[in-house]
């Protein structure tokens, strides 16, 4: 927006950082952690505003405490939904507002996706995406990345099991991609029925190169007693192959084991009735391969994890909790420019391209681009041309394409056809079938490019 | 109310500063907007507390950005509504227990119109009034004459077109009248069926000698093809005449111009159906008279400025929002003492007299002192004795009055008759006309005095 | 919680300090109170956070200014029953989560009965108890306690009057405990049919030997002129003999009047109705022995002190309200440990033993240990043998006890029994009745150890 100062890094994704600037950031915030109440001349004069459009307490206290321990202050609008918002404000406005002389950088938290893309897009200053409804929460899974990393004292190569619903929790799809980036191994220990999702396991396929294999669980005791264990690796399979037999990867060693809370609001009518949810108590700690593993949660828990291991060494979950406030001091820190982290330009991301004809192809109707009217354009994100990977720019849901259209030559092509090659990603249109097409106005490229 | 001290200037009119503190308002401002995180020594120690009855984020936002970037502290009650107030406690014991040790001034926000004034009457410490219904809003009145004076280097003389809402909209009452005083010029565009309303054609008139004419828009372009142009000036009518013929003022500069939503919150039913409203775009831009107008708006807009003006250099209304903290800052730091631009004793308003005979006469359902049912007492401001102007001394609102009476002696006279002269204030009694008298046991005046 | 540093202090309840940690408490914030704003150089870098489950924005303004004006930070969660407590998360769970990093002290404001002692249990930093249903609220006993000696230079030997509601009202439970506990003398004045319960009137008598005598309020005016006014004092009853005559104590100097507000909210229905509730204004306060008395109120009020009294030098309730934020500097400085007056171990307190047979024996519906559901156990406090006096360990309720089993020999014994002088507290089980006993499998005591 701004045309007289660069375009601020912002933290939308977690795929906004490289893996260099990560873990420079788990070592600032250690050695803030070493006395929180040291700092406060780090950020004097800097304000961080909390924007939130639906309420996280504990999400926005955690921000807010870190930014005054860094000695700036903070203002907060706890519930937007009831404020500018109702006076039909845009999203991009209010930012432009806030952003421009209210505040040094603002912390976003919004029911719909995508919504922390759109504002950075606007903001004059550093956005921290607290939260867009289901898509991303990247201080939340940088906590957990620096938790495991202050106690393991590294992430790549260690075996990290997920528990509990893989299925609808956000917190382990993020934290899933983040181990699988970082190198980490994935053990999947779904309640039934909450297996993680096709689009997740194809992600971590296609991204990482994990592939999934079938686990030998027994020494990991009452936990995986009911489920199916999955292994999962960004190892090269063929060095795998030599670890495993006919019974699967043999799990003898477990660093750590992430549970996670039952997602109960977003099940369908009468899902998950009927059968107990996990829980990991005693004697599931007991485990043969659990002796040296850390129990992790994102918290707040119900009753997947007994008070009765509260007080066993290996339960982190209430100082993976408290490490919250060092790591978003970091951040906070490094964003407001009082901490030499970042690389000046922001990693290069997935290139994006404006929607200049047809409606929006956003499939989903929580998605920033359908739920706000002022002030938003389409915007397609092309993940990977060969095979064919678009998404929408902010939510990252993946577009159903079945033909590709080019908008000079009005012919349309099979996503996989040479013919598709010299067409510019500026020129493409997609749609979900020939018949879309063809309602377009667009006729089937030629024999020579055969659809 | 502290014997103690001397009391404290309030800032709840825009009426309550001179012209020249608000030239030194400016100037600090602008030394504060050169780096607004460079003055955090100004107000060590000193704390605002956001009294807000009902929400307005932005503007919240906005002083407590200013507040802290002072260096001074915040204490928040962003909905007094639902808590203190639904004990029961009356508005002049909240100022006098938060403004007596937990805060160095008050900032609040009510939608009864008025409650600032009275607030002030109570409070040990300064009161800044952030809106009191469709009454004042002071400081966003100075954010405006701020910004025009930054962009202008000046206010007097400049013609500044004010469209859309010209009738329901606080926002341009009140910035009207402050162009006035300054000795601006105002271009009145209003949405068709939303002129100024009368009362605030007259005060234009009476109090800044403010004349309107009609006006030869052919070089306004699309903004005023709509619209019948009104000029109003404050300079002599003789002076005028010089400039305009039959076709009325010529515009060929305009300075800014300020635009307004619709303020649909307040229309009756039915109202502005049926008509589009004014839209500012490209094209209106592109009129000859607005080549070098800037583009001003309050914030939160809606559409009647579109977004493909957002990039032009002429665009200033996010600007305009972001120097709502450094003339905050500038505000609150001279009412906290901190910045030597005040006059010690504010200067002289209206003079006001309790009530002491009859009901409250003062006509606005919505003022507090119809709102409010403890700790208020009815006040009225004599603005004028001849011609006679009463207003209500918390909402301002203008007295119906038919007949005066006097209560020593017990007679009732015409407001412009002689024999009211002697009358001093506090013996006025105020009533709609004369029967009302009569019915209150007041008995015409004397042939020598006629009523 | 963390096993590496030593449990804090907090402040649950006033009889958590001594009397003299109450006097140095005084003094500190009568050096705090002296400039309020030049103390921000006491507690940089820590942060308190105020955690309110129900609203009550007075009390939490003053906190955090007091906070503020120590240079510390504050976050805030104004309204948490919506947020953090809708996912199910439990009360212990929440405090160690943001006493966990995110705060230094912690400030809870919660409906039920005993959630800070609660939360005391659970939390790794100080908890200060802002109001827990209505159990306790100690900064406003503490505020209360140390106007009065800021006014009369001491608090023993006082006659104090209360009057008002003194059957529903915490505050002057609360303050009628910390007076006798100081020494002074207390004067009933009650609104007709809402006198001191008889647990209050019990406890003042066991705990402090404080009698009632009837008192012969001929001098004390209006005010008792529909009052039965009672005297108690902690002295001895025959040295009090020596003052009082058939007429009752002779009331002839009042040093503070405190007056409450009806406490409506929690009145039956019909209760309170068709009587006037008492009212403080000047033809009160003229009676010959109020002539020195300062007068008192909590606030907010409603009608029970007129505001024609509010310019009178004895009404001091609004320095009374503006003396909470030093008081609560001195209480978050000490327990901040940035102000060395508490003693290292917290006073011995009554001790607690976990209920270990049968359901919970507390009669609160609202206490916590019966509104909450996880990470609370039922526990008793022992706070005499004999007589045997039982109370629930969290709201403080008396357990109606009618016979006490010993888990180890499965007999039951009468409260005053020989029969139960050796038996271990940890051992004992208390019921309703014997017959309750019985269906507990518990006997009757032998002939030896008659029931």
């Not at 250690?30 to 639906?54: Q, V, W």
């Not at 806030?98 to 029911?111: K, N, Q």
């Not at 002022?374 to 079945?402: F, I, K, M, N, T």
């Amino acid at each position: 927006m701004p045309e007289d100062r660069p375009q601020p890094r912002h933290l939308v994704s977690i795929d906004d950082l490289s893996l260099a600037e990560m873990q420079a950031l788990f070592e600032a915030a250690k050695e803030f952690s070493e006395d929180l109440t040291a700092h406060a001349d780090r950020c004097p004069g800097r304000i961080a505003a909390s924007l939130f459009y639906e309420p996280s307490t504990r999400t926005r206290l955690s921000f807010e405490s870190a930014m005054l321990r860094l000695g700036g202050g903070v203002i907060t609008a706890a519930d937007m939904s009831v404020s500018s918002a109702s006076k039909g404000e845009s999203l991009a406005d209010t930012v432009r507002v806030v952003g421009g002389g209210y505040a040094d950088v603002l912390v976003l938290r919004h029911p719909s996706e995508g919504a922390a893309r759109l504002a950075a897009q606007y903001s004059p200053v550093p956005v921290i995406n607290a939260g867009d409804g289901s898509h991303e929460h990247p201080t939340q899974t940088l906590c957990d990345l620096y938790s495991l990393w202050v106690e393991r004292g590294r992430i790549e190569g260690l075996d990290v099991v997920l528990a509990g619903d893989l299925r609808y929790s956000r917190t382990i799809h993020s934290f899933a991609f983040a181990l699988a980036r970082f190198g980490a191994n994935i053990l999947c220990v779904p309640q039934g029925g909450f297996e993680l999702p096709d689009y997740v396991m194809q992600r971590l396929r296609e991204e990482f190169g994990v592939e999934p294999v079938r686990a030998n669980a027994s020494k990991m005791g009452d936990l995986a007693a009911q489920s199916d264990v999955i292994y999962m690796t960004p190892q090269k399979p063929h060095q795998l192959s030599l670890f495993t037999d006919a019974k699967g990867w043999n799990v003898s060693h477990v660093d750590a084991v992430y549970m996670t809370r039952p997602q109960t609001e977003r099940y369908a009518e009468g899902e998950g009735q009927g059968t107990e949810y996990l829980q990991l108590g005693k004697s599931a700690l007991a485990a043969d391969s659990l002796r040296d593993a850390v129990v992790m949660h994102p918290l707040p828990r119900r009753d997947e994890i007994s008070a009765e291991i509260d007080g066993d060494p290996r339960s982190i979950y209430f100082k993976q909790a408290a490490r919250g406030v060092p790591i978003r001091m970091a951040i906070l820190a490094a964003l407001a420019g009082e901490l030499p982290i970042l690389d000046a330009p922001p990693a290069a991301g997935i290139p994006t391209y404006p929607v200049v004809e047809g409606g929006n192809p956003c499939p989903n109707p929580n998605c920033i681009s359908n739920t706000e009217t002022r002030h938003v354009g389409a915007q397609v994100a092309l993940a990977s041309r060969l095979p064919l990977r678009v998404q929408c720019a902010y939510c990252s849901q993946r577009l159903p394409v079945g033909v590709v259209g080019c908008r000079s030559s009005r012919r349309f092509h099979d996503p996989a056809s040479p013919g598709l090659r010299p067409v510019r990603p500026e020129q493409m249109v997609f749609f979900v079938d020939a018949a879309a097409a063809e309602r377009a106005g667009y006729a089937a490229a030629s024999a020579a490019h055969p659809v």
